[in-house]
């Protein structure tokens, strides 16, 4: 439940379900495993990958389509011209909106 919070950058379990929880139009998820080893979590992905019948795919993670983007700053509320403001010379804007996302969901801990 902890993990949600922080992805979702909300101390609200409603409000971080509704921001980043899966619903009837969810098309993609992102699993995120815990585990003491490395044998831990490999088993743990292969056994989500069977129950969900999909492959592990990591790639997932980097795929910002223009839906994504648009998600990803409306959940974090990130509007355009912070996203300029901290936008870098030569940068992909969709590095500066990770580096954002993670900067209110780390906020979280001082906000406590």
């Known amino acids: 439940m902890e993990i949600l919070l922080y992805i979702a950058a909300s101390r609200q379990i409603g409000e971080a379900i509704q921001r980043v929880g899966i619903s009837s139009s969810t098309e993609k998820i992102v ?6 080893t490395r044998d831990e979590l490999l088993h743990a992905t292969k056994s989500l990958a069977r129950i969900l019948n999909q ?58």
């Open 55 to 112: 492959k592990s795919d990591d790639d997932l993670i980097d795929n910002w389509s223009p839906d994504r983007i648009r998600n990803v700053q409306s959940i974090f509320e990130i509007r355009d011209m912070e996203l300029k403001a901290t936008l870098r010379a030569g940068e992909a804007k969709t590095k500066a909106i990770e580096r954002l996302a993670t900067e209110r969901s780390a906020l979280l801990t001082v906000r406590k």
């Open 31 to 36: 699993g995120i495993l815990v585990g003491t």
